[in-house]
């Protein structure tokens, strides 16, 4: 059971580019969310999916595009890239819809760096 | 500011010891939940505690929460080497200009089990 994938596991990009950071889970979760971690902070919440077709904002959207058209898959697009969104991205799923009722599984995240 | 945060930020104890660590919030909530974090990792559910429960018990570690002080502290006892990580709280924050939900991350306490 692969629980949550992340890929790639480290990315450099250029300031300006575009790329679309990859999430799936196979336990048919419907709940899927993406965080970014930053050091010495704990995680912040970008945007989250309570189901296919279904997305919404979290504490710090800007700069990010997310779309949910399979239960199993969550990309994260940075639209074009900064240095301030140069971080550690975490997705994670859960069973239910509620924000925050359910433990989450978590992928073990993307490394990006903005140049 | 986080919702959660825990306290110390570092603790260093010897292999055999009892670790604990707290976590304090700010508002009113339904459940609490604890992490952990392995270097170059993913997070980890430890234990989720709901606000009608005082205590929760899961192998070497125990969770207390007291909603009328806004504080939950996680124990655990018996520390190995391999207890070495950082841990988090995290709790569910609306806010208040938009009402979104979002489970939010204390910046977390890091554990140092020396063998």
């Known amino acids: 059971n692969a629980g949550v994938t992340q890929t790639p596991k480290f990315q450099v990009l250029k300031t300006g580019q575009s790329m679309t950071l990859q999430c799936a889970q196979d336990m048919n979760h419907e709940y899927m969310s993406w965080y970014r971690q930053d050091p010495g902070m704990g995680l912040r919440l970008i945007h989250y999916?309570?189901?296919?077709?279904?997305?919404d904002q979290g504490e710090v959207p800007n700069g990010y595009n997310v779309s949910r058209s399979t239960t199993e898959d969550f990309p994260l697009r940075l639209l074009s890239a900064a240095p301030s969104q140069t971080s550690v991205y975490f997705c994670?799923?859960?069973?239910?819809?509620?924000?925050?009722?359910?433990?989450?599984?978590f992928g073990d995240g993307t490394r990006l760096s903005i140049l | 500011s986080q919702q959660g945060e825990e306290d110390p930020q570092a603790l260093s104890i010897q292999e055999g010891e009892n670790a604990t660590m707290n976590c304090s919030y700010k508002t009113s909530i339904n459940n609490l939940q604890w992490y952990r974090q392995n270097s170059g990792r993913g997070l980890v559910h430890l234990i989720l505690?709901?606000?009608?429960?005082r205590e929760k018990h899961s192998g070497r570690l125990r969770v207390t929460l007291d909603t009328s002080k806004k504080s939950s502290s996680l124990l655990i006892t018996a520390s190995r080497a391999a207890d070495t990580a950082s841990y988090f709280c995290a709790t569910v924050r609306t806010a208040m200009d938009t009402g979104r939900r979002a489970l939010t991350f204390g910046s977390g306490t890091r554990l140092q089990v020396q063998p």
């Open positions: 999916s309570v189901g296919a077709g279904i997305t």
């Open positions: 505690i709901r606000s009608n429960e």
């Open positions: 994670a799923s859960s069973t239910g819809t509620g924000v925050g009722n359910q433990p989450q599984h």
